[in-house]
């Protein structure tokens, strides 16, 4: 069991430095885990997908080989090799086939999204290879996969082979023209669902300048919190705490106030309202530090919504069970997203390895130690917080990304 999950441990090393363009360090870590697991498909593939990055073409041959001799009824990463053993060899559109396949059987594979990428855009199909390459950064956590894969105006010099140790420089390319004689790519090798509208172009077009700044919705959550903070502060008067009347007529939360006036919309414009400069500088300070993670871990839509849904949550649960309260700030909604950050780790503990273990004993270090400080600390809306946790936990499960389900340990 401990030599499956250092294994396991090497493969996430490797997938993740491959990510960042890290070819040297994917390269290092694929080789730790062929000396444990030599027969191992999964760790030949890496090494192939770590030279390719370095130039070390004699050596991805030899992998790509090696994981066909692995898995000669074909499968995905016998796919994948032959995808990358038919770039080598400039078809592109046999390699193209060959992702598709490995695509349409997991198409939770990032580098998988990123080669598609690089080949669409071999073959001219630029819009198609900015999708895939946002698919990738997505399911990467934000990697951009850059110089992972050979310039598209070079093509392969095989160099000798000197056993299965990494080169260490990358071997020099030559430059070379595209040949005039080499047919254009026909639009039928690319498939129908990925032939969008223009409507679905310009939709793309968003959500891949998006994809270029993985901290956004948690940028713009903070910017608007400190926003109102300042406009309520110039009204009451005061930059280090804001007055109840101020608070009242801006949107903040109180059950009787609700239900005689019918204003339900103050259970959500309380989360964007806080009672002092130390209330929102904690709070601002916690979902800078958590909202980035979760922001990059789930994408921005699934992230904004739990953020959004778990403070409403947060605020009915205060509605029904602490009528009297004056509530107001964003406390409710960092609960939820501090919930969907730690049911994520609990989830893919198993494919996280050891780093999966610590990260949730620090996740349950620091909710102890937040809920001790909730309940021993006079005015503070515990209920909310609770209530807001809860709701992060339920839909951190349900909006979790379907590729990082599979490897659930419940």
């Not at 893919?348 to 390895?353: K, S, W």
Request: aromatic share 10%.
């Amino acid at each position: 069991m401990e030599a499956q999950t250092d294994i396991q441990t090497y493969l996430e090393q490797g997938k993740q430095a491959l990510a960042q363009g890290q070819g040297r360090e994917a390269a290092i870590a694929y080789a730790h885990g062929a000396q444990m697991e030599p027969d191992n498909p999964l760790v030949h593939l890496g090494l192939a997908e770590a030279n390719l990055a370095l130039g070390s073409y004699d050596v991805v041959q030899m992998a790509c080989k090696r994981v066909q001799e692995l898995q000669p009824a074909g499968g995905k990463e016998g796919w994948t090799a032959q995808a990358l053993l038919d770039l080598l060899d400039r078809r592109y559109d046999r390699a193209l086939q060959n992702i598709d396949a490995v695509i349409s059987e997991d198409p939770g594979v990032a580098y998988a999204h990123a080669l598609r990428s690089y080949l669409l855009r071999a073959q001219g199909q630029d819009y198609d290879a900015n999708l895939a390459r946002a698919r990738a950064a997505r399911l990467s956590y934000g990697g951009r996969f850059e110089g992972v894969f050979p310039a598209l105006d070079t093509k392969p010099v095989y160099g000798g082979y000197k056993g299965n140790s990494t080169p260490a420089t990358p071997p020099q390319v030559e430059p070379v023209k595209e040949e005039a004689s080499r047919p254009a790519a026909k639009q039928e090798q690319v498939p129908t669902w990925s032939r969008p509208n223009p409507m679905q172009r310009q939709m793309v077009r968003t959500r891949f300048a998006l994809s270029q700044y993985p901290n956004l919705i948690t940028t713009l959550l903070v910017a608007i919190n400190v926003i109102v903070y300042l406009i309520l502060a110039i009204m009451g008067g005061s930059i280090t705490s804001i007055p109840t009347d101020t608070l009242i007529q801006a949107g903040a939360q109180n059950t009787g106030l609700i239900t005689s006036t019918g204003e339900y919309w103050r259970i959500f414009t309380a989360m964007f309202l806080h009672f002092s400069i130390f209330h929102i500088g904690l709070n601002m300070l916690s979902l800078f530090l958590v909202g980035r993670a979760v922001e990059v871990m789930y994408g921005k839509w699934r992230y904004l919504a739990i953020y959004l849904l778990s403070g409403i949550i947060g605020g009915i649960v205060t509605f029904f069970l602490q009528p009297d309260a004056l509530a107001a700030g964003a406390s409710g909604a960092i609960f939820g997203i501090f919930g969907a950050i730690g049911i994520f780790f609990i989830v893919n503990r198993r494919a996280l390895g050891a780093y999966g273990n610590g990260a949730i004993g620090q996740w349950i270090f620091w909710l102890g130690l937040n809920l001790i400080w909730g309940f021993s600390t006079p005015g503070i809306g515990i209920l909310d917080h609770i209530g807001g946790l809860v709701a992060g936990l339920v839909l951190g499960l349900i909006f979790m990304p379907r590729q990082r389900r599979r490897s659930r340990a419940f």
